[in-house]
């Protein structure tokens, strides 16, 4: 190849013109290089899912709720710019949290952790919570699983619908899972028990007062059929960990209802791990690729960049896009015992 066949693409300099969206200005970012115009990818590839007639599943890892970014997920979720959340069960305690009136709090990184421990206070990096606060909601999951069929086992996604429910007769604004019962959206958690829904649970069971069980390998064949019985599937991840797996095997798992694994068809990664590691959270797409995980001819980005600033602008570009949101195709959900996928022609 020769060099005038290389050098074929400039960049652009960014330039302020006077456009305020921020949609407008991700547009511009394709024309720069690193981070950014990695960041205008994962915007187009999510344009490119709206537009197309896919089953959107986001996985969501790390302390995105305490952070900050919980109405950016109810927005999402209210509307449909995913069909599918999986997340962390972290992540829907500290939303039920914060759906009943209560708070987190900023502080320095620096402070004093064993005066935090004496007045129990919790802390995640530079945000802090009540922990007393967390043992009343504890006791509450724990006497609502008591409260349920202790006969047979639930699957993650009935028991948060459930829960939700449940949540919103007690809720001061919507959160993730109150606007997931709401608009019907499922939801799973596949590391229930690595959690204070787990530990609430298991402290109640402990006093002899429930023998709730879960189903996680329900949980496995649901989001298999949720990829393998849509047109196409699509994954937007912000973190890594047990939730990006989790949804990356939906693919894999579905050839039990097809020949083969198509992989899927669209992929964007919010990471700050790096693949040299070995470990899930930073694996690339191309990696995913030998499994199966993800479509030969995907399209694909992976944007290396702390999801608190990355959500914010993906989101908001996302949301100036009203005429996608409103006339996409999004498959409807029957969220009973059994999950029913119904997708629009």
């Known amino acids: 190849m020769r060099k005038h066949e290389i050098l074929t693409r400039p960049t652009r300099p960014l330039t302020i013109d006077g456009r305020k ?68 069960g972290a992540t829907f305690f500290h939303d039920i ?13 620096q402070i004093d952790d064993v005066a935090l421990q004496e007045n129990l206070i919790d802390r995640m990096y530079d945000t802090l919570v009540d922990e007393e606060e967390f043992r009343e909601e504890d006791a509450f999951i724990g006497r609502f699983a008591a409260k349920l069929d202790q006969s047979r086992p639930y699957t993650t996604r009935e028991f948060l619908h459930l829960l939700g429910k449940e949540i919103l007769k007690r809720s001061k604004e919507d959160g993730i899972v109150t606007a997931a019962y709401k608009a019907r959206v499922p939801i799973y958690c596949p590391a229930i028990g690595d959690s204070s829904i787990g530990i609430g649970i298991a402290e109640n069971r402990h006093l002899g007062k429930n023998r709730l069980m879960f189903d996680v390998v329900g949980d496995v064949l649901e989001t298999a059929r949720l990829a393998g019985e ?22 894999v798992t579905a050839t039990f209802m097809r020949n083969a694994a198509n992989g899927h068809k669209y992929a964007l990664q919010v990471v700050t791990d790096a693949p040299h590691w070995g470990g899930l959270s930073g694996c690339t797409f191309e990696e995913a690729q030998s499994w199966g995980k993800i479509a030969r001819d995907a399209s694909m980005v992976t944007v290396h960049c702390d999801s608190t600033i990355a959500m914010p602008i993906l989101v908001s570009a996302m949301s100036e896009h009203t005429d996608l949101i409103r006339k996409r195709k999004r498959p409807a959900f029957e969220l009973g015992r059994e999950l029913k996928i119904k997708f629009p022609r």
């Not at 849509?230 to 939730?243: C, E, L, M, N, R």
């Not at 990006?244 to 095997?249: D, E, S, T």
Request: proline residues 4%.
């Open 21 to 88: 969206n921020v949609a407008g200005l991700l547009e511009k970012m394709q024309g720069i290089s690193f981070q950014g115009r990695n960041l205008a990818t994962a915007y187009h590839v999510w344009k490119k899912m709206l537009q197309d007639r896919v089953m959107i599943m986001m996985g969501v890892a790390g302390a995105m709720v305490p952070a900050g970014m919980r109405r950016l997920i109810v927005y999402l979720i209210k509307n449909r710019l995913i069909d599918c959340l999986v997340s962390t």
């Open 230 to 251: 849509s047109p196409a599937s699509g994954v937007i991840y912000f973190g890594g960990g047990t939730p990006k797996n989790f949804i990356q095997q939906s693919e």
């Open 97 to 109: 949290h914060e759906s009943l009136g209560r708070l987190h709090y900023q502080c320095s990184p």
